[in-house]
């Protein structure tokens, strides 16, 4: 992005994350995961994360790949299964209601809405289809200066 900003994940997000691993498999997983962690991304993870801060989305990537190669032998397929299960939960309330009743298309500004909260520089690309089944990718800009 300009001025040299960086795509960004809100702090809700890593948390619940977080909250997710530490429920599925305990404290010493998530430790695990952490220790396989460099930079930036080792420092955030080991520190007390804010729910309201924003942090680089490069170092919750980096999170996340450590979590499939010490979890789930590098399948990528797990990866999507767990991220499913953290974004049900953060669709609460009204959006659930509307992810029940709606066809993805009519779902898709709702969740586009919820995402604004979570990513920062992310752009959200829904994709529909004619079985009524809906992909939605993020993609980030790298800017070369």
Request: net charge positive; hydrophobic share 45%; proline share 4%.
């Amino acid at each position: 992005m300009p001025n040299g900003r960086m795509a960004e994940i809100k702090g809700a997000a890593l948390i619940d994350t977080i909250k997710a691993i530490k429920a599925r498999s305990a404290e010493h997983e998530f430790a695990k995961i952490v220790q396989h962690l460099d930079g930036e991304a080792k420092t955030i993870f080991e520190s007390r994360i804010s729910p309201s801060s924003w942090y680089p989305l490069d170092a919750f990537v980096q999170f996340l790949e450590a979590d499939i190669r010490q979890t789930a032998n590098g399948e990528r397929e797990v990866l999507i299964a767990r991220g499913e299960k953290v974004i049900e939960s953060q669709l609460r309330g009204i959006y659930k209601v509307f992810m029940q009743l709606g066809s993805p298309a009519f779902v898709i500004k709702p969740i586009s809405a919820v995402h604004a909260i979570y990513f920062k520089g992310v752009n959200i690309i829904p994709e529909l289809d004619a079985s009524n089944a809906a992909l939605i990718k993020y993609a980030t800009r790298l800017w070369v200066t």
